[in-house]
């Protein structure tokens, strides 16, 4: 729905990098979009329960017309099983 710009911040949310909120932060200073990309994205790193929680404080939607199942599905894909837990305990 939001293209490009949508999946570069949701990039930056998934970034392996420590710098990655600075990196959203940059995006959003320049009007890219909040999209629960970021929150899936998010989702497939080991402080994933940390990322998600940052992302929701920041206002990026968490539900998807899948509720959380595109989330769950990339922290199981990527073996974060504690990720994994977490958001099943928000379905």
Avoid: C
């Avoid at 600075?22 to 959003?28: F, N, R, S, T």
């Avoid at 990322?51 to 998807?64: A, F």
């Avoid at 199942?69 to 837990?85: C, H, I």
Wanted: net charge positive; aromatic share 10%; proline share 8%.
């Amino acid at each position: 729905m939001f293209g490009t710009k949508g999946r570069i911040l949701a990039a930056a949310a998934g970034s392996p990098t420590p710098d990655w909120q600075a990196k959203v932060e940059w995006l959003e200073g320049r009007r890219f979009p909040r999209t629960e990309d970021a929150i899936t994205e998010a989702a497939g790193r080991p402080n994933a329960p940390q990322r998600r929680k940052w992302l929701r404080q920041r206002g990026y939607p968490v539900e998807t017309e899948f509720g959380v199942v595109r989330p769950t599905e990339n922290a199981a894909r990527v073996g974060n099983v504690a990720a994994f837990l977490y958001l099943l305990t928000e379905m």
